[in-house]
């Protein structure tokens, strides 16, 4: 048991592992590159971006966020949390900063998208939740080798990870802060 813990890192348990091979296989779908889980996660932390941002992607990449199991886990009238209220869906990392509309998700990653054209002449990558999660690891612009930290690759991973962080926010300071938030609001935020 010892000698597994010594090879085995602490977040390697069956149920991550599952999560991460579907995001690891999407990078592979996407980028034709796929990472180890260990330079997936490794990864995170060279990134540009302030450490907030970093433990940020870091708890996606480990199913750590508080959203659907760690309220359904807590088990009473805290269950009901693990889904979204208006959508009711289970709510995941994925639904809240791509699929659900009460967090500005869709506004903001277009306002992300608009601005990338105005300042790059580099096209726009669109996002997913393994893009996010994969920020520092996968080839982010056309024809770049993976590990790749051109000036593009960096303004992405710093924009990207930036609008997560900021729909990631939103959600929070209207779902756990109990703040009305007007959708509209999360992109001004850029
Ligand atoms: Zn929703």
Redesign the pocket.
């Known amino acids: 048991m010892v000698l597994q813990k010594l090879i085995k890192p602490a977040w390697d348990t069956p149920e991550r592992t599952r999560e991460m091979e579907m995001t690891l296989q999407d990078c592979a779908d996407r980028t034709g590159f796929r990472p180890t889980k260990q330079t997936y996660i490794k990864s995170t932390w060279k990134l540009p971006i302030t450490n907030v941002v970093k433990d940020f992607i870091w708890k996606i990449q480990l199913q750590l966020l508080k959203c659907r199991k760690y309220f359904t886990k807590m088990g009473g009238e805290w269950a009901e949390k693990g889904t979204?209220e208006?959508?009711a869906?289970t709510?995941t990392p994925e639904?809240i900063l791509f699929?659900?509309?009460?967090n500005g998700g869709h506004e903001t990653w277009t306002e992300a998208a608009k601005l990338w054209r105005r300042s790059s002449e580099e096209p726009w990558t669109d996002t997913s939740l393994a893009i996010v999660s994969s920020l520092g690891v996968i080839p982010l612009m056309r024809g770049s080798q993976a590990g790749a930290q051109s000036a593009n690759d960096k303004r992405y991973q710093i924009l990207v990870s930036y609008v997560a962080w900021t729909i990631w926010k939103a959600r929070c300071s209207r779902k756990i802060g109990g703040i009305e938030w007007d959708p509209q609001k999360t992109a001004s935020g850029l």
Do not use: A, F, I, N
């Open positions: 979204c208006t959508c869906v709510e639904h699929g659900c509309t009460l």
